[in-house]
Structures are given as C-alpha cells and as structure tokens.
C-alpha cells in the first residue's frame, strides 16, 4: 500500500512561512511526480505546485514567487515552502504522487495538513 507521509502544517500569521514535508516509498519517489494541493472549505481541491522526477515544476498563478515546491531523492521526500503566507492560503494541504504511462495514470494521496494563516 502506498504510503505519503505529511508535515510541518500549523498555525502562521500573515507574512509568515512554513515548510511542507512529505515522504513516501523509494519507488514510488522515483517514479512519480510529486505535488502539493489544497482545499479550503466549501471549495474544491486545486493544485498548488507540482515538481517531476526531472525536477520541472509548475505553480499556480495564486503562488507563483511565493511558493517553492522541491524534492530530495536521498530522503524520498518533497517539500512545499510557503513564504509571505497570506489569509486566503489558509486550506488542508494534500500531497499527492502521480504514475503516468501509455496506459493512463494513478494518483496517490497523503492525509492531509491543516495549515491556517491568521493574526
């Protein structure tokens, strides 16, 4: 069973940072790429960066110079800095492990880490 194992969410005040961490299985590290959503309540998930295993990345617009996503493959895990966080940043944050082939695609989950920006 694929295992992705989240931290580092917490409390923040606005202009504040945190670090993401999530680790997974060797293969599937090598494998996948890794990414970051969220979802706020009463609204749907939505990307928050994605990082491949030739380390390409890709953000939101809403994160863009903000954010960093990266991954260590010595430790098979991906990191998700937020810096200037503001109040709209405010969501659970999921990791996510995604296998594409001609065949399709599979995507796997963390549990989720509740990070709140608030004064």
């Known amino acids: 069973q694929v295992q992705l194992v989240e931290s580092g969410g917490g409390l923040v005040q606005p202009g504040g940072s945190l670090r993401l961490s999530c680790a997974t299985s060797?293969?599937?590290?090598?494998?996948?790429?890794m990414g970051w959503y969220r979802q706020a309540p009463g609204k749907q998930r939505e990307l928050v960066a994605t990082?491949?295993?030739?380390?390409?990345?890709n953000y939101a617009d809403s994160v863009k110079g903000r954010f960093a996503i990266s991954r260590d493959n010595a430790k098979n895990t991906v990191y998700l800095q937020m810096n200037s966080l503001k109040p709209e940043d405010t969501a659970v944050y999921y990791c996510n492990a995604n296998y594409s082939d001609y065949r399709g695609q599979e995507d796997y989950w963390g549990q989720g880490t509740q990070v709140t920006v608030s004064s």
């Open positions: 990082i491949t295993t030739g380390n390409s990345t």
């Open positions: 060797t293969w599937i590290f090598s494998i996948c790429a």
